[in-house]
């Protein structure tokens, strides 16, 4: 029932950050400033755009080697996998609009998007490391029953 359920949350979050992705694309300069300072980084937004998607769909399309990979009775990996590919779309949406956020012309507060930043950042190690704990402490729970 969980697998499917993130599913299904896979799929509207892998929908969200291409919707995101186009819109910020469109508001997006000719050349967008990546980093600042004393050897600014920009590039142009096309390159910015299909580089950004090219990467988003092979992490996306890794959710269906893993189910194909493995078997209908390793649901709790699957399940694991899902909710990670989840997190990195997660960070891809606000990546993006930082990107589109820096790139705007706009006077922003960028302390307050960094919260988000490395939320994200942080949701993505700890949803990595959830998978060992979780299969560690199954192994011994089920040494400890029998």
Do not use: C, H
Request: hydrophobic letters at 55%; aromatic letters at 20%.
């Amino acid at each position: 029932m969980s697998l499917r359920i993130f599913k299904y949350v896979w799929f509207f979050s892998l929908l969200a950050t291409m919707a995101i992705l186009f819109y910020v694309y469109a508001s997006l300069p000719l050349e967008v400033m990546l980093m600042d300072g004393d050897q600014p980084i920009s590039v142009s937004r096309e390159i910015l755009f299909y580089s950004l998607l090219g990467v988003m769909a092979l992490i996306n399309v890794l959710v269906f080697v893993v189910a194909k990979l493995f078997p209908e009775t390793q649901n709790d990996f699957k399940t694991w996998f899902y909710g990670f590919i989840i997190t990195l779309n997660l960070f891809f949406v606000t990546l993006v609009n930082f990107s589109g956020v820096y790139n705007s012309g706009e006077k922003f507060d960028y302390s307050k998007i960094g919260v988000l930043i490395y939320g994200s950042i942080g949701l993505i190690v700890l949803w990595s490391i959830a998978w060992p704990v979780y299969s560690l402490s199954r192994k011994f729970l089920s040494k400890q029953q029998v």
